[in-house]
């Protein structure tokens, strides 16, 4: 796997975002998105190397170009666009359109739903395990 591939940094105890994750593991064909959880050392390094704090875990994050001179972190209804643009397929095209929507309104959509996800997708003691058939995607288990 190349280390440009992107990155999804989630909230590894939070109910909706493990939904999430699966739901790109199952719609990522090319098999490119890498994930790793919020909690984890490895996230922390990479938040902070941006000057983001990596106790917040009111978002998830998608990294670009990984340890490379270019990387980029995008966060909040940035993320949730990048990862639906790196699906591919009728995903980029749902991610396109949404796109067309001004931040001032996406934004605080997407802090609404952070705001209420443990309420209402709940929330696990620990982060999840991934399958061992995916496991080589995770970067931090």
Not at 48 to 62: A, E, S, W
Request: one cysteine or more.
């Amino acid at each position: 796997m190349d280390d440009a591939n992107p990155i999804i940094l989630y909230d590894g105890v939070c109910g909706l975002c493990n939904r999430l994750v699966q739901f790109l593991l199952r719609h990522d064909k090319r098999k490119h998105l890498r994930f790793g959880s919020l909690q984890s050392d490895f996230a922390g390094a990479v938040l902070r190397r941006h000057g983001l704090d990596p106790k917040d875990l009111d978002t998830f994050h998608f990294v670009e170009n990984y340890d490379r001179q270019d990387e980029r972190v995008f966060d909040r209804s940035d993320a949730v666009l990048k990862a639906g643009r790196a699906l591919g397929g009728v995903w980029a095209m749902l991610a396109s359109v949404a796109s067309l929507l001004p931040r001032a309104l996406l934004d605080p959509l997407y802090r609404l739903v952070a705001r209420n996800r443990y309420r209402v997708f709940g929330k696990f003691e620990s982060c999840m395990l991934p399958d061992p058939s995916q496991r080589n995607r995770f970067l931090d288990t």
